[in-house]
């Protein structure tokens, strides 16, 4: 079975946090994605990876950053959380040719105080 | 502008009763249109695929079609089962490179009650 793995499954955080959301996956991807997922907003892009060290701004990534510096990992990071970051955080991944389907991760819940 | 747009928000249902989920979008040059289910929680998993030929798409109780003139899809879930309380979220995929290729409706939650 192919496999989206993100580390947490839950977080809380302090405001001024820095925040480290890790995902691998296991299907030799090319493309990497974050998302975050907010009631009535559906899921909004945060960051786009399609090769190792290579990253392109999504529709939000203020606030944000990533890295990726293995193929089967990619890293978002939460600078310094603030309250308006709480979210649902989505991984995905998806090859570089084919039908591109998307497969995720199981979500990291984010809480920010 | 590429929109994906969902109706309707949220439903309930009976068990046992079919139901009907909407997708308009406006998404050019189209790739292809899939269906995921996304269960309380947990994300989202893929249900069916639709390319531009294709008008008919059928996954056990769920069936999928796409109208490419009109640029509209539905999901149609016969003899509803309480697993199927989830949210369903139409995803249109575009030609172009780059991750804003894939663009998301704001999904419909269905509650299917016994």
């Known amino acids: 079975d192919v496999k989206v793995t993100q580390s947490s499954r839950y977080l809380v955080k302090r405001t001024g946090e820095k925040v480290f959301l890790e995902c691998v996956q296991d299907m030799d991807h090319e493309n990497m994605f974050w998302y975050r997922q907010d009631p009535g907003l559906g899921l909004r892009l945060i960051y786009f990876s399609y090769d190792v060290k290579m990253k392109e701004k999504g529709d939000i990534p203020e606030g944000y950053s990533v890295s990726r510096e293995k193929k089967e990992r990619f890293s978002l990071i939460l600078e310094s959380a603030s309250t308006n970051q709480t979210s649902m955080y989505l991984c995905a991944s998806s090859s570089g040719g084919g039908t591109g389907e998307l497969f995720f991760g199981e979500g990291s819940r984010l809480t920010v105080l | 502008k590429n929109q994906v747009e969902q109706s309707p928000q949220s439903l309930i249902i009976l068990e046992g009763k079919n139901c009907t989920l909407q997708?308009?979008?406006?998404?050019?040059?189209?790739?292809?249109l899939r269906w995921y289910k996304q269960d309380t929680g947990r994300g989202p998993v893929s249900l069916t695929i639709?390319?531009?030929?294709?008008n008919t798409k059928s996954n056990g109780r769920y069936t999928a079609t796409l109208d490419a003139d009109t640029k509209q899809s539905s999901l149609h879930i016969t003899a509803s089962q309480l697993s199927d309380s989830a949210s369903y979220i139409c995803?249109?995929?575009?030609?172009?490179?780059?991750?804003?290729?894939?663009?998301f409706g704001p999904g419909t939650r269905l509650s299917v009650l016994p």
């Open positions: 639709m390319t531009f030929s294709e």
């Open positions: 995803v249109v995929r575009g030609t172009t490179r780059g991750g804003q290729n894939f663009v």
């Open positions: 997708c308009n979008y406006t998404v050019s040059p189209f790739s292809n």
